[in-house]
Nanobody, 124 residues
């Protein structure tokens, strides 16, 4: 079983930056596709970014393209999300997810493992 633990959330002003981390344990996840999703109160879960197993391919949601960067360190089984130029509408709980296949996906229903989430709040 894979356990995922996110960290790095917090409060930041508009235009600021944060770097989220997601540490995996239980088994090596280098070959797993992984992703970041977010959910704001009263809204549906939203795709943020995904990266294929071993990091060959990445995709982004339209609202974060050009501002966020997903990356992974397979030696440390850790996923990252660098978030720049943050805006108030980026405020949400951010979740890390993993699926036991190499292929990246922006569909949250295709992920097998989830972290507990980390809160990101962007003040105006």
């Amino acid at each position: 079983q894979v356990q995922l633990v996110e960290s790095g959330g917090g409060l930041v002003q508009t235009g600021g930056s944060l770097r989220l981390s997601c540490a995996a344990s239980g088994r090596a996840v280098g070959g797993y596709a992984m992703g970041w999703f977010r959910q704001a109160p009263g809204k549906e879960r939203e795709f943020v970014a995904t990266i294929s197993g071993y990091g060959g391919t990445s995709y982004y949601g339209d609202s974060v393209k050009g501002r966020f960067t997903i990356s992974r360190d397979n030696n440390k089984d850790t996923l990252f999300l660098q978030m720049n130029s943050l805006k108030p509408y980026d405020t949400a709980v951010y979740y890390c997810a993993a699926r036991s296949t190499l292929v990246a996906s922006g569909n949250w229903a295709r992920y097998d493992h989830w972290g507990q989430g980390t809160q990101v709040t962007v003040s105006s």
